[in-house]
């Protein structure tokens, strides 16, 4: 790959990717840096757990750090597992998302091997006592009551169930909840359950992005000496199956705010057509001049907030586009929403199209900055494009998009025909007029399950 | 200042700290890096809002956005001037604190100069249209309400309000209002008023940081041709009058949890403790074994989160601790954050201090990863500390760190005796027993002004 066009002052060399014998995929960077920083990404999420045991991915996850032994057999409890991590002055991140659950580490150098071995060690050898789960499904009931008071937070989990719900035959719960799970799910969860839980938990589907100044056969030896042993698991994909055309209302008379969330479908990442809807999303909604910020906040200050982002599930890419309104107001922000989406058909102008791209760019140099985020970014490269997209492939991909490409994606491109609605607040809203559609008012409140909401 | 015994592969020079002959001093520093970064902070916050005419500074630093001119004369509405950020595809940042009001940029490196310019624009030649004021007060009137939808968000600024009253002899209307405002105040606001506003946002105490790949006089000659020429301004620090023993409650009969925050005295930036009490910030909530997570959410579940955090304000540090819990577990909740404060009294363990000290170390090599990152802390160690602090300054300050030493301070250290706490959620708390000390429970409301709300 040519990469003299490249004015990176210092660029790293493409970036190796691995499969260990267990099958656990490894991509790795080398930087000259003081610090190293991993991303392990295991493919189970909240829209694994089983049906009637939903939080079973969220509570496992905190139940794996109560303790755990080290490889030679020295049993450590939770504030001794804690200790050791914080001995290393480590970071942890990561959590429980929809699709996967991660497991973050950065810290200096010298300790990535170590760091490497505790979480083999909470994967492999957890103590999991019986009686820390009361404490923690309690913990996951307040995170879920939590929910009723950040009014934004509610209404993504409500958007995300209304416009995915459950295929009735799958054995997932898919994308209905929290990852902390519902309180019916919580009561029914066992220390049984949950350890068998524990065996989708492997190298099948498994990611590890990671970046340090080692020699790249050093780092590989690194990974598998603490994670070759690591269980073969299991790597299901839950179905995304969007259903467009729903408008539904959530009811929460106190709320001060009308929120709104709008879902639409996107552009599946493994497609031809990703790097021109990341351009498009970029000119709908990517800086102070983008299509939303000035037609809905700048030019009628209807909404203080207001923003489109991509999302993806089960392999496929979806709009999601929120604002934070008044109840009088959330009618028309929602028309002028819709208004921009419909406009989109019509083609960016030049300009927009020349700045979107100038964005993208500046954003793919400050993206592969941080250790933690460029480990972050080599995992997800591999789980969502099946390798490591480098600097120069990115930028190059960038380069060769032309205002012609992205204007004859768009001329077909109709995500304001095909969405769903979901709004929170006081009142219900009157019917909506969005580009050429016309939705009927939601329900006054989400069931669950939810397909009597339909319009 | 030696260097040897610091690992980091590609480490800067010391960073040169300048004055303009405006007043404007500058910290740069000299990078590898394909990109910029640079943090404008100017010493005019809402602290600094004229009573009476509180969310000045936050509905001034949207209007500025809405257009100016170029130093050529070329006039540019709100549309043009947002483009213009756009076409070089930089990012920015900012916004407005109790304290500054900061314009942070990044993009590529061949973009600053212009980037510089456009900042010097903003500030010097803004349109400042009447016609657009009626929008961004109504804005800032819907972020206002959007208050009541954020629980946590709302005890900030009730907490704030609480601890640090403003002087009944102060022009500033102080630390009581969130930056968005009161209705009042914005009701007040006129375009005459906001312009004589302007006149404050100068060079006196304003200070730049920047990190770009340039020779240092060209950053200097880049930054004193395009704000060389800023007006003087004003430079008045907003004493912070902390107000301890204070219990107050905050009525929120639809709140499904109780959200807590307790504030007390810390340690001045200034002064000689300020790493030592970093430390014991660390070692109280700096990790999973810390003692506050450990104590309040691993070890009795009380509250789905917790965390203590620093607080600067009028030159002072203060110790922020904000926890969220159930209506039922809040008494338990508050007493055991009081308990872990009062026994900080008896010292830290070696073990404590070891792990708190090798955390502080390794945020320090992160902390410096990223341009954006970098140049706040440049902006913000002349800021605080009036010099820029070296990465090997901090690591040998770090070094220099004893158990004894942060033992002996910690012998005289009493956050609980002299904290004051703010309690948001549906039902009043009871009287709260606090290390040495138990406070009544707080009056059902806050009234505004607060001084009513003496325990």
Redesign the interface.
Same mark, same amino acid.
């Given at each position: 790959m040519p990469s003299g066009h490249v004015?990176?002052?210092?660029r790293p060399p493409e970036p190796p990717l691995w499969t260990l014998p267990g099958g656990l995929r490894v991509a790795f960077e080398r930087r000259?840096?003081?610090?190293f920083a991993f991303d392990l990404r295991l493919p189970v999420g909240s829209a694994h757990d089983p049906v009637g045991l939903e939080g079973a991915a969220g509570v496992l996850e905190e139940w794996l750090?109560k303790g755990a032994a080290s490889r030679d057999g020295t049993r450590r409890d939770?504030?001794a597992l804690?200790?050791a991590? $914080? +001995?290393?002055?480590?970071?942890?991140g990561g959590g429980v998302g929809p699709e996967a659950t991660r497991f973050s580490v950065?810290?200096?150098g010298a300790d990535l091997g170590a760091a490497l071995h505790l979480v083999a060690d909470v994967l492999l050898r957890p103590e999991l006592p019986d009686a820390e789960l009361?404490?923690?499904t309690?913990?996951a009931r307040?995170?879920l009551?939590?929910l $009723? +008071?950040?009014?934004?937070d509610r209404l993504a989990v409500e958007a995300r169930r209304a416009a995915f719900p459950r295929p009735h035959a799958s054995p997932f719960a898919g994308f209905t909840h929290p990852a902390s799970g519902t309180p019916e799910g919580l009561e029914a969860l066992t220390p049984a359950a949950l350890r068998a839980h524990l065996s989708r938990y492997g190298q099948a589907g498994g990611v590890l992005g990671l970046v340090a100044?080692l020699d790249p056969q050093a780092a590989l030896d690194a990974v598998q000496e603490a994670l070759g042993e690591l269980r073969s698991g299991q790597d299901d994909l839950v179905p995304a199956q969007f259903r467009p055309g729903i408008t539904a209302h959530v009811d929460d008379p106190?709320?001060?705010?009308t929120?709104l969330s709008l879902t639409a479908p996107g552009v599946a990442p493994a497609g031809p057509h990703w790097l021109t809807w990341q351009l498009i999303l970029t000119a709908l909604s990517?800086?102070?001049?983008?299509r939303l910020f000035?037609a809905v906040?700048?030019e009628?200050?209807l909404?203080?907030a207001v923003g489109a982002s991509p999302v993806l599930l089960g392999g496929q890419g979806f709009l999601s586009v929120y604002a934070?309104?008044?109840p009088a107001r959330a009618p028309e922000t929602l028309e002028v929403i819709g208004a921009e989406l419909a406009r989109l058909q019509r083609g960016l102008t030049d300009?927009e199209f020349?700045?979107a791209r100038?964005?993208?760019?500046?954003g793919v140099?400050?993206g592969a900055?941080?250790?933690?985020g460029r480990a972050g970014s080599l995992t997800r490269d591999v789980a969502v494009f099946g390798r490591v997209r480098s600097l120069a492939e990115l930028r190059s991909g960038l380069a060769a998009l032309t205002l012609e490409g992205v204007n004859d994606f768009l001329a077909a491109y109709e995500p304001a025909a095909h969405a769903s609605i979901v709004t929170l607040g006081p009142v219900t809203l009157g019917p909506v007029t969005l580009g050429p559609v016309t939705l009927e008012p939601g329900a006054p409140a989400l069931p669950a399950p939810l397909e009597a909401a339909h319009a």
């Open positions: 004015p990176v002052s210092a000259a840096t003081p610090g750090f939770a504030r804690q200790g991590f $914080d +001995d290393l002055g480590v970071r942890r950065s810290g200096l009361p404490t923690l309690d913990l307040q995170d009551e939590g $009723d +008071d950040s009014p934004t100044d106190d709320a001060e705010q929120h990517g800086g102070s001049a983008s000035h906040r700048e009628r200050g909404a203080y934070g309104s008044t300009a020349r700045r100038t964005g993208l760019e500046t140099v400050f900055e941080s250790l933690r």
